[in-house]
């Protein structure tokens, strides 16, 4: 296709026409808001405003009003949501941990004091001896300032935690605490929740 | 150049002349909705593109001054206006519907063969339709275009070489249905 062909066939496509009385009428609506606009930058001219800005019309208060009252509103729900988040535990992260557990106590039986998950994989906490006591394993999941970490331990063992020791217990309750040097931790709390620290516990065998 | 009818409306609007600008409007108006409508394909938002290019010509009035002629400053207004456009198909598929309602008495297939023809200048990227228009409908030369678009010659035969080849790919089967074309 040439292009002078190109142009007649697009110019053989007419713009949809309009009445007549439009065309008579557009240029006085064009009038008419240029006048509107005039009218108004005169009265500011005249009479400048002494309101804030964001008061200054209808519209602009209700805008105003309704983003504040959306931002409002994320921020109850974003700190409700965080207020009332609880750590839990899957099942799929107990049926791994309890396989996993599984495998290990069978290749060291006894000596198996905490494991490990985290960003880096699993890491074994293994006694020189066979001579940890036989208790139930506690499946663990801790998340603070620097993520989350999973353990498998008993009652009884230490686990560090960013640096810290803390030891693990388990009460008659059979609720598990951790105790730390300066902070104790229980899921029997109804918070279960540490200031720097977001807790959920879980017997592993409970499930088996 | 300037003409010398404009010369002489540039002055009576600048001291506030009500009656020159609207004949300024009156004069420009159809050249203007018909640009704007083949730009973005919606007689709606031609009509509101259309008023906010007059609105804006009257209040940067000043500007005019340095321009050859009203209606190469007006293009340009619109063009800018246009190019700032966002596309809202609802509207057009509401004009489309109302077009034919409104050109029954037109033959169908020539209804058919201008929405067809509107339909692939919309599938242009804005700028070369811009310049599609520009230069094939409102008769405009490149360097007039290049004014209007706020861009050198050169850019304004690329847009055009590329729009060329897009719409001809588009427009092929029109070529062969055309008759006469």
Redesign the interface.
């Known amino acids: 296709?040439k292009?002078s062909?190109?142009?007649?066939?697009?110019?053989?496509?007419?713009?949809?026409?309009?009445p007549e009385a439009y065309?008579d009428q557009?240029?006085?609506?064009?009038?008419a808001?240029?006048d509107r606009?005039r009218t108004r930058a005169d009265a500011e001219t005249n009479h400048p405003r002494t309101e804030p800005f964001w008061l200054r019309s209808r519209f602009q208060f209700a805008t105003v009003g309704l983003g504040l009252a959306i931002s409002g509103l994320l921020l109850v729900f974003v700190l409700g949501s965080r207020q009332g988040r609880q750590l839990s535990i899957t099942e799929p992260q107990l049926a791994a941990a309890r396989k996993y557990f599984q495998e290990i106590e069978t290749l060291f039986p006894g000596q198996v004091q905490a494991i490990v998950f985290d960003q880096q994989g699993s890491h074994l906490l293994l006694a020189e001896r066979s001579n940890v006591p036989t208790s139930s394993p506690l499946y663990l999941r801790i998340c603070g300032p620097k993520g989350c970490q999973n353990y498998v331990t008993f009652s009884g063992q230490q686990i560090r935690l960013n640096g810290e020791t803390c030891e693990v217990l388990l009460d008659h309750h059979g609720n598990v605490l951790l105790v730390g040097q300066r902070w104790i931790f229980s899921t029997a709390q109804a918070s279960a929740k540490h200031a720097r620290y977001q807790v959920a516990a879980q017997p592993l065998e409970m499930t088996l | 150049m300037v003409a010398p009818d404009d010369r002489l409306r540039r002055a009576e609007c600048q001291n506030g002349g009500?009656e020159a600008?609207?004949n300024l409007?009156?004069e420009n108006?159809?050249m203007i909705?018909?640009l704007c409508?083949?730009l973005t394909g919606s007689?709606e938002d031609a009509?509101d593109l259309?008023?906010e290019t007059?609105?804006q010509a009257?209040?940067n009035f000043a500007e005019f001054r340095a321009e050859a002629k009203a209606s190469s400053w007006l293009y340009r207004i619109a063009v800018n206006c246009c190019l700032n456009w966002r596309k809202r198909r609802q509207r057009q598929d509401q004009?489309h519907q109302e077009?034919g309602r409104?050109?029954a008495e037109v033959a169908h297939d020539d209804t058919w063969?201008?929405?067809q023809?509107?339909e692939a200048?919309m599938k242009l990227p804005t700028k070369q339709r811009a310049a599609?228009v520009l230069t094939?409908?409102e008769g405009l030369t490149h360097a007039e275009a290049a004014r209007a678009l706020g861009c050198s010659e050169t850019t304004v035969s690329w847009r055009l070489f590329a729009a060329?080849a897009k719409?001809?790919r588009l427009?092929?089967h029109?070529?062969k249905t055309?008759g006469a074309?």
């Open positions: 296709m292009n062909e190109l142009d007649q066939i697009l110019k053989s496509a007419p713009v949809p026409d309009r065309w557009f240029p006085r609506r064009v009038m808001k240029t606009l | 009500q600008f609207e409007v009156r108006q159809r909705h018909s409508y083949r007689m009509e259309a008023q007059f609105v009257f209040q004009t077009w409104q050109e063969r201008a929405q023809i509107q200048l599609i094939t409908y060329r719409i001809k427009l092929k029109l070529q055309g074309l």
